[in-house]
T-cell receptor, first 113, second 111 residues
Framework: DTAVSQTPKYLVTQMGNDKSIKCEQN?????MYWYKQDSKKFLKIMFS???????INETVPNRFSPKSPDKAHLNLHINSLELGDSAVYFC????????????FGPGTRLTVT | DAKTTQPPSMDCAEGRAANLPCNHS???????VYWYRQIHSQGPQYIIH???NNETNEMASLIITEDRKSSTLILPHATLRDTAVYYC????????????FGAGTRLFVKA
């Protein structure tokens, strides 16, 4: 029933580790996004994929690498985690690149210690 | 993107209509008004959007003034589950949002 799902919901890890967050949508949407929400609740776009192709790559460190095996999945891999990576990461999807009607996942709270 | 101004918080009695205002006096002709909300510890939720005509869906109604400089989101019969932060965003179509949310209106629905 879930439209956009993310795993895990919580992730606690140490600096320097590598971790992945998975996202899946069953809405049949073509476009998927990764956002980062900071402590002030600002949501900033990181990446956007349309039909498995990268279309938006904001100023994000190379340690962050998205991977889209098919248009229903967009995973986020983070290398060499830093304290400043602690945040809530949201995955979202939309019907196409021209739609701002986006559907968000429940978020993954990443804590780097 | 045009700047928006919303009151920081509002209260509403359960079962009553919640009317959330948003000012966007610098909106340009091709910018839409979007409303999202974020319930505590959940992902943002799309509510409704419009260009210049009033819009209604199963969640809410959106009333946009004729000059498009302001709009009001109406939740016709607020419930306790509508307690959330509501965000009014002005954006052209396409490409997603670069930086959104942050302020918004914190709506408290009280029994």
């Amino acid at each position: 029933d879930t439209a956009v799902s993310q795993t895990p919901k919580y992730l606690v890890t140490q600096m320097g580790n590598d971790k992945s967050i998975k996202c899946e949508q069953n809405l049949g949407h073509d476009t998927m996004y990764w956002y980062k929400q900071d402590s002030k609740k600002f949501l900033k776009i990181m990446f956007s994929y349309n039909n498995k192709e990268l279309i938006i790559n904001e100023t994000v460190p190379n340690r962050f690498s998205p991977k889209s095996p098919d248009k229903a999945h967009l995973n986020l891999h983070i290398n060499s985690l830093e304290l400043g990576d602690s945040a809530v990461y949201f995955c979202a999807s939309s019907r196409g690149t021209r739609s701002n009607e986006q559907y968000f996942g429940p978020g993954t709270r990443l804590t780097v210690t | 993107d045009a700047k928006t101004t919303q009151p920081p918080s509002m209260d509403c009695a359960e079962g009553r209509a919640a009317n959330l205002p948003c000012n966007h006096s610098t909106i340009s002709g091709n910018e839409y008004v979007y409303w999202y909300r974020q319930i505590h510890s959940q992902g943002p939720q799309y509510i409704i959007h419009g260009l210049k005509n009033n819009e209604t869906n199963e969640m809410a109604s959106l009333i946009i003034t004729e000059d498009r400089k302001s709009s009001t989101l109406i939740l016709p019969h607020a419930t306790l589950r509508d307690t959330a932060v509501y965000y009014c965003i002005v954006r052209v179509e396409g490409g997603g949002f670069k930086t959104i949310f942050g302020a918004g209106t914190r709506l408290f629905v009280k029994a």
